[in-house]
C-alpha cells in the first residue's frame, strides 16, 4: 500500500529563465529543468546560508526529492545573449548582500566575451519533499524561507529575478510524479505538458515517457564542482482537471 507524502509546489516563472548545463570554455548552456544543485541553491539562498556552509548544502542536496513540469513554452525557443564587458582594477559592483564587491587578478587589458542562453517568458512547476522529512530544515522551515527570503530570489542567474512568489501551495501525493498530475495547469489548453520525475518516483514506460537518462546536475558543494549523476525519466503529464 502506498503512503502519501506532502509536496511543496513551487512555480518558477520570471521574463527569463535559465537553468544551467555543463559549460564549456565561455559558453553557458540552459536544460529545459532546473538541476538538482540549482534547486538546492535557490532554497539555500532563501535560508540564509552562506556558501562555506558546505556541509548545510550538501545535505540538503542529498535529501532532496523533486519533480518538474514545464508550464509554458516559448515557440521562439531559446535566447541566445552575448555578453562583452571591459572592467577595470578599481571597478567594483553591488551584490545581493548589499555592499560592494572588487575583482581580483590580472586581466584587465582585455574585455570579457560569455554567451548565455535563457528561457524566455516560461512557466515551470516544481514539487518537491525532503527524505527524512523529520529532519531540519522541514518543508515548513523552507516554505517559510520562500515566503520571506534571507536574501533576493533569483532563477538561476542573478538577472532571472521571478514575477511572483515561488511558494503555491502544498499537495499530497504517493509519487512526484502524482504530485505533478495533482496542481493545476497555468494553460488549460496546453496538454500533455512536458516534464522530468526521478526513475523510482513515476512511471518508467508507456506512452507518457520519452526516455530514461543519467542526469549530471549533482554537486560536490565540498569543491563546489560536478558530483554525479542521477537516474531520471523525462516524458510528460496531463494535470487533473485538463482532458487527456
Aim: aromatic share 6%; proline share 7%; net charge neutral.
Amino acid at each position: 500500500m502506498s503512503t502519501d507524502h506532502i509536496w511543496l509546489v513551487l512555480r518558477l516563472e520570471a521574463p527569463l529563465l535559465a537553468f544551467g548545463g555543463v559549460t564549456i570554455d565561455q559558453v553557458g548552456i540552459t536544460r529545459d529543468f532546473p538541476a538538482a544543485s540549482m534547486i538546492t541553491g535557490l532554497l539555500a539562498n532563501a535560508l540564509g546560508w552562506q556558501r562555506t556552509e558546505w556541509q548545510a548544502h550538501q545535505a540538503l542536496q542529498d535529501r532532496l526529492i523533486f519533480a518538474v513540469r514545464r508550464d509554458r513554452e516559448n515557440p521562439a525557443g531559446i535566447l541566445i545573449d552575448m555578453q562583452n564587458a571591459k572592467l577595470e582594477a578599481n571597478e567594483r559592483g553591488w551584490t545581493t548582500y548589499g555592499k560592494p564587491e572588487g575583482r581580483a587578478g590580472a586581466s584587465y587589458n582585455s574585455p570579457h566575451r560569455r554567451q548565455r542562453e535563457y528561457h524566455a517568458d516560461a512557466c515551470v512547476t516544481v514539487v518537491l519533499r525532503l527524505e527524512p522529512a523529520e529532519d531540519s530544515p522541514d518543508l515548513n522551515k523552507i516554505a517559510e524561507a520562500l515566503d520571506r527570503p534571507a536574501r533576493p530570489i533569483f532563477l538561476g542567474r542573478k538577472t532571472c529575478l521571478p514575477s511572483s512568489p515561488l511558494r503555491v501551495c502544498n499537495t499530497s501525493a504517493s509519487s512526484a510524479y502524482e504530485a505533478l498530475q495533482r496542481v493545476p495547469a497555468v494553460d488549460v489548453s496546453l496538454n500533455p505538458l512536458r516534464a522530468l520525475w526521478p526513475q523510482q518516483e513515476g512511471p518508467n514506460q508507456g506512452r507518457q515517457v520519452h526516455r530514461i537518462v543519467a542526469l549530471p546536475d549533482i554537486r560536490n558543494w565540498k569543491t563546489g564542482m560536478h558530483g554525479g549523476t542521477r537516474v531520471v525519466v523525462e516524458g510528460t503529464v496531463v494535470p487533473e482537471g485538463v482532458p487527456a
